[in-house]
Structures are given as structure tokens and as C-alpha cells.
């Protein structure tokens, strides 16, 4: 649907990814694999998602929907990515079976193991390949099922509060004051 109404097609390549928090970050990993293997010019990422929480559930509360889209390419660059690094494991967090409407999710091993664990290696990964520390960036953003989850892994992973403070949406867009910043 994307490429038609950009006009792209057909002389395109296109691929749908799922899975919630990780399909959008992989969409952008291969349109930037195409362009530093000289496939394309220029490679759209995009990706939707919103949650569909149980009434009831934390997931209702904490989750919302949300979109974002990159144009990768070596031509007029905003912004340049340097390093990638992907950690994956088989840890459960949340799910959707089949036919469900609802997703579950796996209660306390959402932070731990889960997140904490995840963003943690891959943060340490990505430091480590790039021969960097935490005291190099001017901001860090961690990915925000919550407010309290990214607040936590930036002070353990060695992030101050005003490193992460700027990409800390989480707490603010749940509220009802949703659009005027809170101080944090």
C-alpha cells in the first residue's frame, strides 16, 4: 500500500515484518543492508503497530500505538548510522496465539529477564563494537513499553538523566496532560 501511493511500483522490493517491537528495527536493518551493498539508491523503512491490550490488562495502560518511517540512502544525509548490533534470544515476554484478539504476556518476566536483559546486551554490544561509552553521546533512547523500564536501563547501563531525558516519551504521552512536558 505504501509503494503504490508513493508511486513506487512495481519496479520494487518490499517485505512485511512482524513482530511488535523488533519489526521495525529489522525493516530498518535490510533497507540500510541494501544500500551498503550498492542494491538501491535509496530504501524505505516504515513500521505501525498498536497494542491491543485486554481490557484490564497492563498492557491496556502501558501500551499504546505509535509509527515511524526512514529513508536510508549515501545522498543527503540527516543522520548517519555507524553501527548496528542485534541481541535475540528465545525469552518469553508477550505473545499472541493464533486467532486471539488479545496478546498475553509473561507477567514479571517482562523486565526480567526480558527487557532488562535484552536492551542491556545489545547496549553493551553496540558499545563494544564501536569502541564506545556511555559518556560519548549527548542523548540515548531506549525502547518504552513503560515509563520505568527506560529510566532504569540508562542509569544501569551508565546513562545520566539529561542523556536520556530529551527521547523520554513514554511518561508524558500516557497522561492526560499528553503533548505538555512534564519535568522529570
Not at 508511486?7 to 522490493?13: I, L, M, S
Not at 563494537?129 to 529510566?151: E, I, L
Request: hydrophobic residues 40%.
Amino acid at each position: 500500500m505504501v509503494a503504490e501511493a508513493i508511486g513506487a511500483t512495481p519496479d520494487v522490493h518490499v517485505a512485511d515484518f512482524e513482530f511488535a517491537c523488533k519489526g521495525g528495527s529489522e525493516a530498518m536493518y535490510v533497507a540500510l543492508s541494501h544500500i551498503k551493498a550498492g542494491e538501491m539508491r535509496y530504501a524505505l523503512a516504515s513500521g505501525a503497530d498498536t497494542s491491543q491490550g485486554a481490557p484490564g490488562d497492563a498492557l491496556e495502560y502501558s501500551a499504546s500505538a505509535g509509527s515511524a518511517a526512514f529513508v536510508m540512502g549515501k545522498e543527503n544525509l540527516l543522520a548517519e548510522c555507524l553501527h548496528t548490533f542485534s541481541f535475540t534470544t528465545d525469552t518469553p515476554d508477550f505473545w499472541r496465539r493464533e486467532y486471539q484478539f488479545y496478546p498475553q504476556h509473561a507477567g514479571r518476566f517482562t523486565g526480567e529477564p526480558a527487557y532488562f536483559k535484552h536492551v542491556q546486551g545489545c547496549a553493551h554490544g553496540l558499545l563494544e563494537k564501536s569502541g564506545m561509552k556511555p559518556a560519548d553521546f549527548k542523548y540515548c533512547v531506549f525502547h518504552q513499553p513503560n515509563g520505568k523500564f527506560p529510566a532504569n536501563v540508562a542509569k544501569m547501563l551508565g546513562f545520566t538523566k539529561e542523556q536520556h531525558k530529551t527521547g523520554w516519551l513514554s511518561p508524558w504521552l500516557a497522561t492526560p496532560t499528553a503533548g505538555r512536558r512534564r519535568s522529570a
